[in-house]
C-alpha cells in the first residue's frame, strides 16, 4: 500500500493542469491514476482543438479569456513548444439566436475580451464559402484559435512530472475508500493507495467516481459528438477561422488542407470509446445542405467522436464535495476543456488549498445539494 496526500484521477486537462499548478504552488505528494496506457486517449484528446472564448453561460467567460491569455505567452519555464494558430473565430447568428449571441459578445468585451460585431457582407468577404449562408450577423474573436491539443497536455504534464508529480497509467479505479464522511484513499488495479485529499478529474467517469465515494450527485451526462474530416479542398484557405453556427448547431474549420466539420451532435453515451454512428453524417450532410450550401459537394475521408461530459446548468463543477470530506471535484467542463485548461487547474488549486476562496462559487458542487432536494 502507498500513501499520497494528494490522489487525482484522470491524466486529461482537468487533471494534468490540477496538478501542474498544485505543484508550482510547491504542493508535494501528488499521484496521478490515469486508467489508460497514455494520457488524452478520451475526451481530452478528441475534440477540435479550438480556443473559444465567447460562450453562452457568462461564469465561464472569465475562464475562457484566461485560457486564450495563457496560451499567447506560455510561462517561462513551459517545457515544450505548443502551436497556437490565432486565427479567430467567427461565430454566427440568426433571429432570436443573433441577439443571445451579440449579449454574449457584450459579456466578453466587459471581461476584456476582444470582439466586433460583424455585418453579413464583412463575414461573407472574409470566408467566401458563406456567400450563401444563411446566417444574420457575426461576431469576430481575433484572439481565438487552434491549439496543438496534444503538445499542450503534454506540457502540463511533463511541468508536473518535473516539480515531482507522480503518474501511473493503466491503473483503473474500483473504489474510493470512505471512513466517518472523510475520504482515505483508493483502491484501484494495481492496489490501495491511501489520500488525505481525492480529486475527481475522471472526465465522462466523474459521476461514476463521484458515486463510489458516496458524493453529492451532480447528474453528469457524458456525450458523444462526430467529428468529420474532408478531402484535400483546394479552394480551403488555411488561414480561415473556424466558424460556428450556434442556431444551427453546426461549426467547421481548416485543417490537414480540408475542412474539420462537426453538426454538434449530442446524444447521451456510457462512458467509454463512444462508436459512430452513420446516421450522424446525413444531419451533417443536410445541415450544410439547408445553411451552407457552397460546401454541400465536400467528400469526407474519416470521421471519430469523442465525448463531452455535461453539467445540468451549463458550468463547471470545480470545488469541495458536501457530503464527503476531502473528496474534490473538477468535472464537467462540457467542452470548454481546452480553452479554459489552464484555468480551470489554476482555479482548483487555490480551491485546494484555500477552501474559503469565494472565486469558485458559480462552480460549486454545493449547488447540487439544492437541486437534488438533499
Known sequence: MTSFRYVIIGAGFAGASTAYHLARRGVKEILILEQEKVAGVHSSGRNASMIRQVVPEPALIPLTGEGASFLRSLPADWPLPVSFQQNGSLLLGSGEGWRRLERDAETARQAGIEVENWSRERARDYV??????????????PTDGVVDIHALLSGYLKGATSLGVQIRYGCAMQRVEVENGRVVGVLTSDGMTRAEVVVNAAGPWAAVVGKMAGAV?????PCRRHLFLTV???????RWPFVWHDAHGFYFRPDSGGLLLCP????EMTPGDPPTDNRIAELLAEKIRQHFPAISDVAIRKSWAGLRTLSPDGRFVIGWDPKVRGFFWVAGLGGHGVTTSTSVGNLAASLIL?????????????????TTGR
Open 354 to 370: 484555500d477552501p474559503d476562496n469565494r472565486r469558485g462559487e458559480p462552480f460549486s458542487p454545493e449547488r447540487f445539494l439544492v
Open 264 to 267: 454538434c451532435d449530442q446524444d
Open 128 to 141: 467566401p464559402v458563406l456567400k450563401d449562408a444563411d446566417f444574420e450577423g457575426a461576431i469576430w474573436c
Open 232 to 238: 484535400l479542398l483546394p479552394w480551403a484557405d488555411p
Open 217 to 221: 450527485d451532480v447528474r453528469l451526462r
